[in-house]
């Protein structure tokens, strides 16, 4: 982990918002990138479901004058809703990094780092065509504030925070901790899909240990076993079409 004392958060850039329907919505400033530069605050921003938003909600998230939202759902799950159209003058783009979701009968598996890791390494391999055209919308500093979510804000979201970090220049260590952060998150999560399910919350509780998992020893294996494929952040996003992706976005998003 770095040595910068506020990783975590910053007494003047909180890096949670405190919002009704999404729980792990935060920003991505204040991270030590290339050359000691700190990531800026309040320019790009990961989350969980963005169409549970209370117009409260949306109000707040309209005073971060975002640009555009990055919607990382499944097809079945953007039907279901998706961020109110109304939301100010954003950009919506739907890039899936999945056709599918996993059936729910392997969700107890998705909770050992090996496992895990395999599968983000999965969607790192099999979403090339989504995760490119987000570094595009990425290296365009007009596209600026971003925010980019799944549902949960933590597997999905997960995968592409690493790359964006890590194209950045930041330590394994803090792209670890940052992803270990959406553990404050899932236990509300938890508690608004067993109203949800109601009757049926015994197949939520099944997947509890799933919904709640996000140990720093799955992010770092994912680490590993992505270098060991790629070589490096700037080798992957080179063989997506964006050769020069590390440079662009250290000029948007860093300090000085």
Partial sequence: MSDHPDWV???????????????????????????????????????????????????RVEELGLRTVIDLRTGDEVAKGRIA??????AWHHLPMLDVLPPREDYHDWVGPSYVAEQYMSMAESAGTSIAAFLGLLCDADAYPVV??????????????????????????DIAADY??????????????????????????SSAPAIIAAEPATMNEFLDRFRAAYGSFDAYAAGLGHPHAGALLAQILLEG
């Fill in 180 to 205: 270990a952060l959406s553990q404050l998150a899932m236990g509300r999560l938890l508690e608004w899909l067993r109203a949800q399910y109601g009757a049926n919350v015994a197949e939520i509780e």
């Fill in 9 to 59: 958060a910053d007494p003047d850039h909180p890096r949670h918002l405190d919002l009704e329907g999404a729980w792990n919505f935060r920003d991505l400033g204040g991270y030590v990138g290339r050359d000691g530069r700190p990531v800026r605050w309040r320019r790009l921003f990961r989350a969980d479901g963005l169409d549970r938003l209370t117009e409260a909600d949306l109000l």
């Fill in 148 to 173: 980019y979510h799944c549902f949960a804000g933590k597997d999905r979201t997960g995968i592409l925070t690493a790359l964006v970090l890590g194209l950045l220049g930041v330590d394994d260590a």
């Fill in 85 to 90: 159209e109304s939301t100010g003058d954003v």
